[in-house]
């Protein structure tokens, strides 16, 4: 009976992208920042992190990026298919773009590749393919200061995605945009990963953008940062606008919300 079982786990630990037990994070002033916290994320799942500011959303993701470590517990992130192809395992993009403003486009979205030491012709083909991804292929000369907030931020997800890392993290990467374009770019993000099939765990303060975005979406309380709720979000129909103002929508929306009430005041969610 041990063989099948043991084969089994195999192949679970094998579909897990990241997995999280009993992850903590106490800083050295004292703040008890995260958890415990346990979480997998499965390859190819879009997993959204939601919850009150100062929850330890943001640093999870910094622990999954290696970014930090826990205090205690454990953090695995799986690098078999980008150590097996000689690429980085994970992509971050940032709350700010943190563009350099001296750099255009172009070498903004290089610098992970450049840092690599990535001969300049294979470079620029992946450069090429970052900008195509994100729809800025004819912005590749312009500066920072030429752009918009949107734009910008296409620059900073070109230059996360320019290394074909099997997992992108996203760190709240459009809550200072203007709804409108924050909608677009919810709208580009969803079809790139359908076309890349990348593993995206996304931090957000927003119900309705976590519920858009998300096939799962992580409810945490309050620091310390612990998941409180999780919700799995089905739809008979694809992402789109027509999700976004179905019945079907608002009410995975009032769920979530209900859910998140509790963690603003430190209580569990009933």
């Not at 454990?74 to 980085?88: I, L, Q």
């Not at 943190?98 to 992970?112: G, I, Q």
């Not at 409810?219 to 409180?228: L, Q």
């Not at 103002?245 to 998140?260: D, F, I, N, P, Q």
């Amino acid at each position: 009976m041990a063989g099948p079982a043991s084969s089994s786990g195999d192949r679970r630990a094998e579909a897990l992208a990241v997995q999280l037990r009993g992850a903590t994070k106490v800083y050295d002033n004292g703040v008890a920042a995260l958890g415990p916290l346990d979480l997998d994320v499965a390859r190819g799942e879009f997993v959204s992190l939601l919850g009150p500011s100062g929850c330890g959303k943001s640093t999870a993701l910094r622990l999954i990026a290696g970014l930090g470590a826990p205090s205690s517990g454990t953090v695995n992130v799986s690098r078999h298919a980008s150590e097996a192809e000689g690429r980085r395992s994970i992509g971050f993009v940032f709350q700010e773009p943190t563009l350099m403003p001296w750099a255009s486009v172009r070498d903004n979205v290089r610098l992970p590749l450049k840092l690599a030491d990535l001969p300049a012709a294979e470079a620029g083909r992946q450069v090429g393919d970052a900008l195509a991804q994100v729809g800025l292929s004819e912005f590749a000369d312009a500066f920072p200061r030429e752009l918009s907030g949107g734009m910008k931020m296409r620059v900073s997800l070109a230059r996360a995605l320019v290394t074909d890392p099997d997992i992108l993290l996203m760190d709240e990467p459009f809550a200072a945009l203007d709804e409108i374009t924050r909608f677009r770019l919810n709208n580009d993000l969803l079809a790139l990963w359908r076309t890349l099939n990348k593993t995206v765990i996304f931090v957000t303060h927003s119900v309705f953008e976590s519920v858009y975005l998300s096939q799962r979406v992580i409810v945490m309380t309050a620091r310390p940062g612990r998941i409180s709720r999780e919700f799995r979000i089905t739809t008979s129909e694809p992402r789109g606008e027509a999700f976004r103002t179905s019945a079907e929508y608002a009410a995975h929306c009032r769920e979530v919300s209900a859910a998140l009430t509790p963690s603003y005041s430190g209580q569990p969610a009933a």
